[in-house]
């Protein structure tokens, strides 16, 4: 594997699920597997579960780390190609590539969307030059559209707890008081489409995604409908997407907040987020607090999602 930044670079998602199994029975068969490689992960936004969960990946396969965190000890880096570099940044990203490639086996890429400039964000201006010019695999660990490592991991979480072959699941926006990225709402569409289980998508008016994302699911804006019957509640927050609103926060509405009041009528439905939570604005203390609530296997479950995609790279 030379990438990973898709649902499609992943190739057949059962054999990535047999692969993910395999590993979680003995999550050190493959330790030998990077002795003297070294993994580079290159933060440009901060993380608590990427940066632990792919750390420990890459430890289960014997590897080593360096871990760079772009703005903190660490020059800042510019970005945009002809530009007269007489500001703040010392570093262009075209020769600091190149370099940190030569230090490094594999490469992990963590860079959001800057919601200023949609089509600078969904161009994903910083991890494609990654793949163009390190000479090393790449791999995201969260970019401007997508977060792949995360929705393999949801992937997981729903094969291991589905009570049904065809599950409903049902991904619903949420209130946050920040404009946030569409990446893991995008992901986890795009990986939800890939699969036969039925896939709703509930948000108010205006918060329509990227239909390339949206693909096949049922997109539902009564909330409750939408909750009616459901196997899984994967709750998100997401900023505009469309036109002259994109990155834009058009609601707060706390009535979208996910409660006992819609899980009431879902087929006792599976809570899922990917972590960091708003609590009592994306789901209240009592939902994810209860028995229904796997949101910590869900993050456990970012260690074997990481782990098939390093061990894949380390195979070729
Ligand atoms: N879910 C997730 O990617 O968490 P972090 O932002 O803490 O890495």
Redesign the pocket.
């Known amino acids: 594997m030379k990438q990973f930044t898709n649902v499609h670079d992943t190739g057949n998602l059962r054999a990535a699920l047999d692969e993910a199994f395999e590993i979680k029975r003995d999550r050190f068969k493959y330790v030998d597997l990077g002795r003297n490689k070294t993994l580079m992960m290159v933060f440009f936004n901060?993380?608590?579960?990427?940066?632990l969960s792919t750390q420990k990946a890459a430890m289960n396969l014997g590897m080593n780390v360096i871990v760079l965190d772009i703005g903190q000890g660490a020059w800042k880096l510019e970005t945009e190609r002809g530009v007269i570099m007489d500001g703040n940044k010392p570093e262009h990203i075209l020769e600091a590539i190149p370099v940190m490639g030569c230090y490094c086996d594999v490469i992990g890429i963590?860079a959001f969307a800057r919601l200023e400039d949609r089509d600078l964000d969904y161009q994903e201006t910083i991890i494609n030059p990654f793949i163009e010019l390190s000479g090393r695999p790449v791999f995201s660990?969260?970019a401007a559209t997508r977060?792949p490592?995360?929705s393999f991991a949801d992937l997981i979480t729903i094969e291991e707890y589905k009570r049904t072959a065809r599950p409903k699941v049902v991904m619903t926006w949420a209130p946050h008081p920040n404009a946030l990225p569409q990446a893991?709402p995008n992901s986890f569409a795009e990986w939800m489409n890939e699969t036969d289980y039925e896939f709703v998508i509930t948000h108010p008016e205006g918060y329509e995604l990227d239909a390339t994302f949206v693909g096949k699911a049922r997109v539902e804006y009564d909330q409750m409908k939408a909750f009616e019957g459901a196997d899984f509640i994967y709750a998100k927050n997401w900023s505009a997407y469309s036109g002259d609103n994109y990155g834009k926060i058009l609601s707060k509405d706390r009535n979208w907040t996910v409660s006992d009041r819609q899980m009431a009528v879902t087929n006792q439905a599976y809570f899922m987020h990917?972590?960091?939570v708003r609590r009592n604005m994306i789901v209240t203390d009592e939902v994810i607090e209860s028995p229904q609530s796997i949101v910590i296997p869900e993050?456990a479950n970012?260690e074997i999602s990481a782990t098939v995609v390093l061990k894949r790279m380390l195979m070729g």
Do not use: G
């Open positions: 901060s993380s608590l579960r990427t940066r963590r660990m969260e977060h490592l995360q893991v990917c972590l960091p993050a970012r």
